[in-house]
């Protein structure tokens, strides 16, 4: 697996962004960027909310990247200890497709809350 550096520098030039263009769009300096690419420092999780945005990618494929949980996530794993680890256990053997049933379930779910 690619490091964060290495995924965000292969998202930038392959989409023609320039370090400092890329940089003034989610408000840091091009050398912050740089040295992201470079290994050299992290990003924030409000820095990664602003890069997958500003490059178009799904902000939680760029969190697992920079190894970082989302605010949000770690919020529901804290308010629910013991339920959420349990999930996670169960699921944890379920196929692709199986996957892809509980996110249809969750979604009509959240949709039906709304």
Do not use: C
Request: a neutral charge; zero cysteines; charged letters at 30%.
């Amino acid at each position: 697996m690619s490091s964060f550096g290495e995924y965000l520098n292969k998202l930038r030039t392959e989409q023609r962004v320039g370090v400092r263009e890329l940089g003034r769009a989610v408000d840091v300096t091009g050398m912050h960027i740089s040295n992201m690419e470079k290994g050299k420092s992290l990003p924030s999780p409000e820095l990664i909310v602003k890069l997958a945005n500003a490059l178009n990618v799904d902000v939680d494929e760029m969190s697992h990247m920079a190894n970082h949980i989302a605010p949000e996530v770690k919020d529901v794993i804290q308010n629910q200890p013991k339920t959420v680890p349990n999930f996670l256990r169960s699921a944890k053997d379920l196929s692709a497709e199986q996957w892809e049933v509980l996110q249809k379930q969750l979604d009509a779910m959240v949709k039906d809350k709304k």
